[in-house]
T-cell receptor, first 113, second 114 residues
Framework: GENVEQHPSTLSVQEGDSAVIKCTYS??????FPWYKQELGKRPQLIID?????GEKKDQRIAVTLNKTAKHFSLHITETQPEDSAVYFC????????????FGTGTSLTVIP | EAGVAQSPRYKIIEKRQSVAFWCNPI?????LYWYQQILGQGPKLLIQ????????DSQLPKDRFSAERLKGVDSTLKIQPAKLEDSAVYLC????????????FGPGTRLTVT
């Protein structure tokens, strides 16, 4: 089955700096890559996603890039703010596996004011 | 639209006891998922339903865990008997049918087994 690895496990940045979180996947059939943000004690919420026919997607301060050849994708947050502090999870899925999401182990991001 | 509902929000039981969790997905969502999230880890899929049929339960410990979605709407997840290592947050999610469909998560049930 699919194996998703996520790095780093923890990340601290100064407010205003950029943060980058990287994920790799193993199944070349994976074609959908969502990113979820989970604040302490709350449910995961989708912040951005990308499909395999696109190399990059941007939504205000958040962007995701996908390299299908290398089987990795990254989340980029620019101009970080304290409210960006949370745990971020990447995931990969494919229609071949019933659209099941395989999640990474999470990155705890702390934005220091 | 109303989100995914789960109950209870918290549950504390002793090992070897039984427990059940309930999930009500977003109206019209054909696909329902149960995840186990152990502290410090990403959600791990336990079972996936498409309407009232099971799509994937390969990671469900079937000797102690069971789940059903009899009418294709609400779902229950049961653990019997519970072990210490079952302490986790149990998340329910739902999505519309189809590839690359966004999954919407419920608030979760935090289970503590003592």
């Amino acid at each position: 089955g699919e194996n998703v690895e996520q790095h780093p496990s923890t990340l601290s940045v100064q407010e205003g700096d950029s943060a980058v979180i990287k994920c790799t996947y193993s199944d070349s059939a994976s074609n959908y890559f969502p990113w979820y943000k989970q604040e302490l004690g709350k449910r995961p919420q989708l912040i951005i996603d990308i499909r395999s026919n696109v190399g990059e997607k941007k939504d205000q301060r958040i962007a995701v890039t996908l390299n299908k050849t290398a089987k990795h994708f990254s989340l980029h947050i620019t101009e970080t703010q304290p409210e960006d502090s949370a745990v971020y999870f990447c995931a990969a899925s494919s229609q071949d596996t019933g659209n099941q999401f395989y999640f990474g182990t999470g990155t705890s991001l702390t934005v220091i004011p | 639209e109303a989100g995914v509902a789960q109950s209870p929000r918290y549950k504390i039981i002793e090992k070897r006891q039984s427990v059940a969790f309930w999930c009500n997905p977003i109206s019209g969502h054909a696909t329902l998922y149960w995840y186990q999230q152990i502290l410090g880890q990403g959600p791990k899929l336990l079972i996936q339903f498409q309407n009232n049929g099971v799509v994937d339960d390969s990671q469900l410990p079937k000797d102690r865990f069971s789940a059903e979605r009899l009418k294709g709407v609400d779902s229950t997840l049961k653990i019997q008997p519970a072990k210490l290592e079952d302490s986790a947050v149990y998340l329910c999610a739902s999505s519309q049918y189809g590839p690359s469909a966004e999954q919407y998560f419920g608030p979760g049930t935090r289970l503590t087994v003592t």
